[in-house]
C-alpha cells in the first residue's frame, strides 16, 4: 500500500467512527514494514477514557501486536494532527514517522480547539487552571532512588 493508501485508511477509520456513534471524528493506523499492525479511533465518550484517542489506542494495539513498549521502524498515520497528550505519547512509542491530514486548525474549527492546552503548557506551574502543587514527603523519592540502583530495570 502506498502513503495515500494508508492515509485513506486513518481517515476511514475517523469516518466510521463518526458513522457508529463512537466517538469523536478521529482515526490511526502503526503500520511497518508496509503491513498495517494497529488500528484506533477515538473512543473517548464511548469509553469514558479521556485518553482514549485514536492515535493512542492505534499505538496500544500495535504494541501488544509486537510485544513490544516502543514503535521502532514504524509509521503511524492519523485523520488529524495529533493532539499534545498524543505527541507526548508517540515520542515515548518512537515510531520513524507520523502522517496526518487535517491539521489542528481544522479540528479547532469543529470543536477540538487544543491550543488551550498548548497555551497551559507554556504557563509556569502556578499560572496554570489547573492547580499543580508539589508535595514531598520523607523519602518521596524512594521509587527513584530504588529504581536508579536496580539490577533489573528494563530502560525505556
Not at 511497518?32 to 485514536?54: F, L, M, Q, Y
Not at 493512542?56 to 509486537?66: D, E, G, M, S, V
Request: glycine letters at 6%; one cysteine or more; charged letters at 25%.
Amino acid at each position: 500500500m502506498s502513503d495515500i493508501q494508508f492515509m485513506k485508511k486513518a481517515i476511514d477509520e475517523a469516518y466510521q467512527n463518526v458513522l457508529s456513534s463512537r466517538g469523536g471524528p478521529f482515526g490511526a493506523i502503526v503500520v511497518k514494514d508496509g503491513k498495517i499492525i494497529g488500528i484506533g479511533r477515538n473512543e473517548v465518550t464511548t469509553s469514558n477514557d479521556p485518553t482514549a484517542h485514536a492515535e493512542i489506542q492505534a499505538i496500544r494495539n500495535a504494541c501488544k501486536y509486537l510485544n513490544d513498549f516502543q514503535l521502532t521502524e514504524c509509521e503511524i498515520y492519523t485523520s488529524c494532527e495529533p493532539c499534545p497528550m498524543c505527541i507526548g505519547a508517540i515520542y515515548w512509542a518512537r515510531p520513524k514517522a507520523v502522517y496526518y491530514a487535517c491539521t489542528k486548525q481544522d479540528a479547532a474549527k469543529i470543536g477540538f480547539d487544543d491550543q488551550f492546552i498548548y497555551e497551559q503548557l507554556e504557563l509556569p506551574m502556578e499560572h496554570r487552571k489547573i492547580p499543580m502543587q508539589q508535595i514531598f514527603p520523607a523519602d518521596g523519592d524512594l521509587p527513584f532512588r530504588t529504581w536508579e540502583s536496580s539490577k533489573n530495570k528494563v530502560e525505556y
